[in-house]
């Protein structure tokens, strides 16, 4: 799993100096270009579109450093729509793989970006997402006891509290009575409990989507690229869409369009995509592309915590859980 790298997300925009840009169209200009050069992680192309001032406030590495942790944390942009424009300066909403983000670009007089700010979105409809609950009765996806790593409301007990779509995951994974994830050295995949667990369907549902084809991580390393890795999306009868992401290379067993069944398996646990050791990412969100979807608050219908039986219960940081059968 991974660690929330950006807290701070200013790079230096500077305040409007009140001159007039002669050509409107450069905003758009740079605004593509910017996204262009982030898709393409082309970092070093970002910084030559700074103004010199900018650049000496803002070296190279910082630029690097910066959009590389967010390209890791985010995923590529998907799209964006301009929200605000003034003479010298544009806001954009932009649509991260994870997550909704302002872009603010702030040019100089001649056309080069002078401040560059990417900071969270706080639009009206971010401040009114509606709270949901699955309808579904689910139970957990695997046998044996796991051990949640990142679930709850708070950001102290789930990271992913700031996505949109994924406020409501988890990331479990399988720990031993020492606190450990892996025997050994923990250096290759297999040394981990989770790698190889088999996963399965927590209700009777619809395959809505399948990615394939996605490498395992060599343990420690991430594939920001691929933010979800070999990925199954089932959709239940209440229009829930349930995503388990970082299955094994070549484990999927169901296809696209397929009906499952409850305890029925999907695949086997593994290390794709963004993370950095086996584990189960698991969310339900609100439509199938996680891109603009809301996220569904995950109750479990009856389970085992910590050795005590709870029903219609959603699991918290630092707990154990099993299925009471």
């Not at 840009?21 to 450069?26: M, S, T």
């Not at 056309?111 to 009765?137: A, C, F, H, M």
């Not at 619809?206 to 060599?218: L, T």
């Not at 499952?260 to 086996?278: A, D, H, I, M």
């Given at each position: 799993?991974?660690?929330?790298?950006?807290?701070?997300?200013?790079?230096?925009?500077?305040?409007?100096?009140?001159?007039?840009?002669?050509?409107?169209?450069?905003?758009?200009?740079?605004?593509?270009?910017?996204?262009?050069?982030?898709?393409?992680?082309?970092?070093?192309?970002?910084f030559n579109l700074l103004s010199a001032q900018s650049k000496e406030a803002l070296p190279l590495e910082k630029i690097v450093e910066f959009f590389s942790g967010l390209r890791k944390e985010e995923g590529a942009i998907e799209k964006f729509e301009l929200a605000e424009e003034k003479a010298d300066h544009a806001r954009y909403k932009?649509?991260?793989?994870?997550?909704?983000?302002?872009?603010?670009?702030?040019?100089?007089?001649?056309?080069?970006?002078?401040?560059?700010?990417?900071?969270?979105?706080?639009?009206?409809?971010?401040?009114?997402?509606?709270?949901?609950?699955?309808?579904?009765?689910?139970?957990?996806?695997?046998?044996?006891?796991?051990?949640?790593?990142?679930?709850?409301?708070?950001?102290?007990?789930?990271?992913?509290?700031?996505?949109?779509?994924?406020?409501?995951?988890?990331?479990?994974?399988?720990?031993?009575?020492?606190?450990?994830?892996h025997k050994t050295n923990g250096k290759i995949n297999e040394d981990f409990y989770a790698f190889g667990q088999p996963l399965a369907a927590p209700c009777d549902a619809e395959v809505v989507s399948v990615i394939e084809g996605v490498r395992d991580n060599i343990p420690g390393e991430m594939n920001p690229g691929q933010v979800t890795?070999?990925?199954?999306?089932?959709?239940?009868?209440?229009?829930?869409?349930?995503?388990?992401?970082?299955?094994?290379?070549?484990?999927?067993?169901?296809?696209?369009?397929?009906?499952?069944?409850?305890?029925?398996?999907?695949?086997?646990?593994?290390?794709?995509?963004?993370?950095?050791?086996?584990?189960?990412?698991?969310?339900?969100?609100?439509?199938?592309?996680?891109?603009?979807?809301?996220?569904?608050?995950?109750?479990?219908?009856?389970?085992?915590?910590?050795?005590?039986?709870?029903?219609?219960?959603?699991?918290?940081?630092?707990?154990?859980?099993?299925?009471?059968?």
């Amino acid at each position: 799993m991974k660690q929330l790298l950006l807290f701070s997300f200013l790079l230096g925009l500077t305040s409007c100096n009140g001159q007039k840009e002669k050509d409107p169209v450069k905003k758009d200009f740079h605004v593509n270009a910017v996204i262009d050069h982030y898709n393409q992680e082309h970092y070093d192309s970002i910084f030559n579109l700074l103004s010199a001032q900018s650049k000496e406030a803002l070296p190279l590495e910082k630029i690097v450093e910066f959009f590389s942790g967010l390209r890791k944390e985010e995923g590529a942009i998907e799209k964006f729509e301009l929200a605000e424009e003034k003479a010298d300066h544009a806001r954009y909403k932009t649509f991260f793989q994870n997550n909704i983000y302002w872009l603010d670009i702030t040019l100089t007089p001649s056309g080069e970006i002078e401040g560059l700010l990417v900071s969270r979105y706080d639009g009206p409809d971010q401040k009114t997402i509606p709270y949901r609950r699955n309808e579904t009765k689910l139970s957990l996806p695997f046998s044996g006891e796991w051990f949640v790593f990142w679930g709850g409301d708070t950001e102290d007990q789930n990271y992913h509290v700031v996505s949109r779509a994924q406020k409501n995951a988890f990331d479990i994974l399988i720990m031993d009575e020492n606190e450990r994830t892996h025997k050994t050295n923990g250096k290759i995949n297999e040394d981990f409990y989770a790698f190889g667990q088999p996963l399965a369907a927590p209700c009777d549902a619809e395959v809505v989507s399948v990615i394939e084809g996605v490498r395992d991580n060599i343990p420690g390393e991430m594939n920001p690229g691929q933010v979800t890795g070999n990925t199954v999306v089932l959709k239940t009868a209440a229009n829930e869409y349930i995503l388990f992401a970082h299955f094994k290379l070549n484990s999927i067993k169901v296809k696209k369009g397929q009906l499952v069944k409850k305890g029925q398996l999907l695949g086997l646990c593994g290390n794709s995509g963004n993370s950095s050791e086996p584990h189960l990412h698991f969310h339900i969100q609100d439509q199938e592309n996680m891109s603009g979807a809301t996220g569904i608050k995950c109750f479990f219908d009856s389970l085992l915590v910590n050795g005590a039986l709870r029903s219609d219960y959603s699991p918290i940081k630092g707990e154990r859980i099993k299925n009471p059968h």
